[in-house]
C-alpha cells in the first residue's frame, strides 16, 4: 500500500513539473510568437486540468496581427508540440473573429477561465477577457478540450482549457 502511495505521489509531482514548466509556448502556432508567460493558473490531476495560460505577443507579431487581421491566422492551425505523442492536442481549428457564443462546441473555454478564476486569475483580466470574447476584434480557434485567443487590444494570447 505504502509503494502505491509513493508512486502516486511522484507521478502526481512529475506532472505538477511538466505542467508548470516554461515549455507552455507548445500549445501556440509557430507564428504565434510571444515574449512571456503573462500569467498561469492551472489546476491538474493525474489524467485531467483546468485554467488558463496567459502569453504576451511579441511587438512584432501583434502588428503583423493588427495589419493583416484574420488573414494571418490562415496557417496557424498546428501548434509547436505536434510532433508529441497525443498530435490531436496541438491542432486547432479554423480560426474564426469575435464573438465566441457559448455554445457545445466551446463549453471548455468558459470552464477554463471560471477555473482560472477560482485559481487566482484576478478578477478585472478575467473581466477583460470574458469582454474580447465577446465582442469583435480578437481571434479564437480551438481543439477538443480548449481554445485559444489572440486579444490584440490587450496584446495577449489566452488558452483556456478544461479536461
Known amino acids: 500500500m505504502k509503494l502505491k502511495v509513493v508512486i502516486l505521489a511522484l507521478i502526481v509531482t512529475l506532472q505538477s513539473c511538466y505542467l508548470l514548466s516554461d515549455d507552455r509556448s507548445s500549445i501556440l502556432p509557430e507564428k504565434i510568437e510571444v515574449s512571456d508567460v503573462y500569467r498561469n493558473k492551472i489546476s491538474s490531476g493525474i489524467s485531467e486540468g483546468c485554467g488558463a495560460v496567459i502569453f504576451t505577443l511579441t511587438e512584432e507579431i501583434l502588428e503583423e496581427i ?5 488573414i494571418f491566422f490562415n496557417d496557424a492551425t498546428r501548434a509547436r508540440g505536434s510532433t508529441r505523442s ?3 492536442y496541438y491542432l ?11 455554445s457545445a462546441n466551446n463549453t471548455n473555454f468558459w470552464a477554463g477561465m471560471s477555473c482560472a478564476k477560482n485559481l487566482g486569475l484576478e478578477e478585472s483580466l478575467y473581466e477583460e477577457i470574458v469582454l474580447a470574447m465577446r465582442t469583435t476584434g480578437s481571434y479564437y480557434t480551438g481543439h477538443y478540450e480548449g481554445q ?16
Do not use: D, E, H, M
Not at 486547432?92 to 457559448?102: D, N, S
Open 66 to 70: 493588427n495589419n493583416q487581421g484574420l
Open 86 to 88: 497525443n498530435s490531436r
Open 92 to 102: 486547432y481549428q479554423r480560426w474564426q473573429g469575435t464573438p465566441l457564443k457559448q
Open 148 to 163: 485559444l485567443v489572440v486579444i490584440p487590444r490587450l496584446g495577449l494570447v489566452v488558452f483556456s482549457y478544461a479536461g
